[in-house]
């Protein structure tokens, strides 16, 4: 089993930045890919980004050049970068972690609030 603990989230003004970190804990050591997916009220659960051990990213079309996502193997923990922020960026953020599907969707946090508001 592996136990996600999110940090991070919280409230920002349109334009501004914040770092949320997911470490993973337990059986750990044959994780492949860590990612973030978002949920919006009333929305569907969408892929934000995600990290493979070797490298391999993917982002989802909406976050393109303002989300970063990247990983330390060493701590077992997902970072997720967020430049830019806009009102629509505004959900309830979860890790994800996997040991062989791509992209992630095994193990879930329990969810960071994000909200972006003047």
């Known amino acids: 089993q592996v136990q996600l603990v999110e940090s991070g989230g919280g409230l920002v003004q349109p334009g501004g930045s914040l770092r949320l970190s997911c470490a993973a804990s337990g059986t750990t050591f044959s994780i492949y890919a860590m990612g973030w997916y978002r949920q919006a009220p009333g929305k569907q659960r969408e892929l934000v980004a995600a990290?493979?051990?070797?490298?391999?990213?993917m982002y989802a079309d909406a976050v393109k050049g303002r989300f970063t996502v990247s990983r330390d193997n060493a701590k077992d923990t997902v970072y997720l970068q967020m430049n830019s922020l806009k009102p629509e960026d505004t959900a309830v953020y979860y890790c994800n972690v996997d040991r062989s599907h791509w992209p992630p969707q095994d193990y879930w946090g329990q969810g960071t609030q994000v909200t972006v508001s003047s």
């Open positions: 990290i493979s051990k070797g490298g391999r990213i």
